[in-house]
């Protein structure tokens, strides 16, 4: 979108606002985020996944998030979010001349209560997770992001008293076509997703029993959005598409969402989970697993509150016949104490290894919110993680699936051996209430790496990871 066409649409949300301001609440909100990155041997070869590209290590970026709630009363408001998501100075929306489009919406949902009750419906483009506890960030298996990552979703949420209430959701995540598919043989052409949460609360102690059912049609994604999280490695000796035996296929997830405050001011938390992706499929096409971590948090400290966190999951075994042994997921968000080997919380995007949790097991202590000076606050993480996949079976995978890269990756998908040690220490200086001056580092060693598996021209490139970023957040 050009700059003109920008102005314009932002004074159309404006003019929009003012028009209905008469009869209903017009309340704005977002953030602006500017910031460098220096990121050397990305991928610990300063390669691309697939080794098929250089990095250029110094890269400037920018981004803009916009939500506008039009609330008639506390009880009914409509949501609309906007963003100019996460690009780099020259490229993108950001070049100097005939700039490509770059304003998208991301929320877009009515959320009220039902007249009499105290029923909340969301319907919509809205955040959609399951349960997680807080100081893992999010989800591992289907994360909002912070609403970053939004479905087209009805979600109702039902009180049954002040400590127990029901929520359900139904999801449709893809769709290839719309009113109409591209031939008369009818074929499964969505992804839908089904959602039941029960969170209990009573005096410092709440947990969350869910589960979650998704049917995957046939023709439903063509691109492979979700490729690398639901599929096995074997999957990819088939050409007919996926799920292969039947028109749709069904998955499933259960979990256990856990925290304890009554021993305030320390805190523990705890999730497990239990997922298996496309069951009556051959068997060499299932992907089925666990994962469980747990950490504990100290806040009788006003001027750091630390933490430790473990977690562990199931590794793929030695044979492709019996399909992946890694837990399923679709748009996983998780990491310990805001660690830079994985995608998380960090305040800046395009800045952590992304090492990929299922198929691991790993400690992470985070010292977070340390402030020995005003308007400073500082977190340092130190985390190692180390495979529990089999080598044999990782090796298979890079060769069934086409190459390094392609479905799993050196450094961010560990065999048993290999292991990585990460240190991030991140500060954010508040020049005013709202402004904030951040920096980020990182440091990710990897170690153990297996010829056999990535072979000699990855392993031999493997370096260690330095990254650092500075810049700008702007919270309106």
């Not at 970026?61 to 020259?90: H, S, Y």
């Not at 959701?169 to 008369?184: E, M, P, V, W």
């Not at 492709?320 to 399923?328: A, K, Y």
């Not at 065999?415 to 020049?431: H, K, P, R, T």
Request: hydrophobic residues 40%; glycine residues 10%; aromatic residues 12%.
């Amino acid at each position: 979108m050009r700059p003109k066409h920008l102005i314009l649409a932002l004074a159309l949300v404006l003019a929009t606002a003012q028009a209905a301001l008469a009869a209903t609440e017009v309340r704005m909100a977002g953030d602006a985020r500017v910031y460098g990155v220096f990121f050397a041997n990305r991928n610990f070869t300063g390669w691309d996944e697939t080794g098929t590209q250089t990095e250029d290590r110094t890269t400037f970026w920018q981004r803009l998030r916009l939500r506008t709630d039009f609330a008639a009363n506390e009880n009914l408001k409509f949501r609309f979010g906007m963003r100019v998501d996460d690009e780099a100075w020259g490229h993108g929306y950001l070049t100097a001349a005939n700039p490509e489009a770059a304003i998208e919406p991301y929320l877009a949902y009515l959320q009220f209560k039902w007249p009499g009750t105290g029923v909340e419906i969301t319907a919509g483009y809205q955040p959609l997770a399951v349960p997680h506890t807080e100081v893992f960030y999010d989800s591992i298996v289907l994360a909002a992001d912070d609403g970053d990552q939004a479905s087209a979703a009805l979600h109702v949420n039902i009180p049954v008293n002040e400590n127990f209430s029901v929520q359900a959701a139904y999801g449709r995540l893809l769709a290839a076509n719309r009113t109409y598919q591209d031939t008369t043989t009818q074929i499964g052409d969505a992804f839908d997703i089904y959602h039941l949460a029960l969170p209990v609360t009573v005096d410092g102690f709440s947990a969350t029993p869910w589960g979650l059912v998704g049917v995957y049609g046939k023709g439903s994604d063509p691109d492979d959005h979700f490729a690398a999280g639901l599929r096995s490695a074997a999957s990819y000796l088939s050409t007919t598409g996926y799920p292969y035996k039947d028109n749709q296929n069904a998955m499933w997830w259960a979990g256990l969402a856990l925290t304890v405050e009554a021993l305030d001011p320390v805190k523990f938390y705890f999730d497990g989970i239990y997922g298996d992706a496309a069951p009556a499929d051959r068997e060499r096409n299932r992907r089925r697993g666990w994962f469980f971590d747990a950490g504990v948090t100290y806040s009788g400290f006003d001027w750091m509150l630390p933490g430790v966190f473990g977690w562990v999951a199931s590794g793929e075994d030695s044979s492709l016949g019996n399909g992946s042994e890694r837990l399923p997921v679709i748009t996983p968000k998780w990491g310990p104490g805001t660690s830079f080997l994985f995608d998380c919380d960090q305040d800046f995007a395009n800045n952590s290894i992304g090492v990929d949790p299922t198929g691991t097991w790993g400690l992470a202590v985070s010292l977070r919110d340390i402030s020995f000076v005003e308007k400073l606050t500082n977190r340092l993480t130190v985390a190692t993680i180390a495979g529990t996949n089999s080598p044999a079976g990782l090796r298979k995978a890079v060769l069934v699936s086409g190459g390094v890269g392609q479905y799993v990756t050196m450094g961010r998908n560990l065999a048993q051996g290999e292991w990585l040690i990460g240190v991030n220490l991140d500060s954010s200086y508040a020049i005013t209430e709202q402004l904030s001056l951040t920096m980020q580092t990182g440091f990710a060693s990897p170690q153990g790496l297996k010829t056999s598996i990535w072979g000699h021209r990855f392993t031999n490139q493997a370096q260690d990871a330095w990254m650092g970023s500075l810049g700008f957040l702007y919270t309106f």
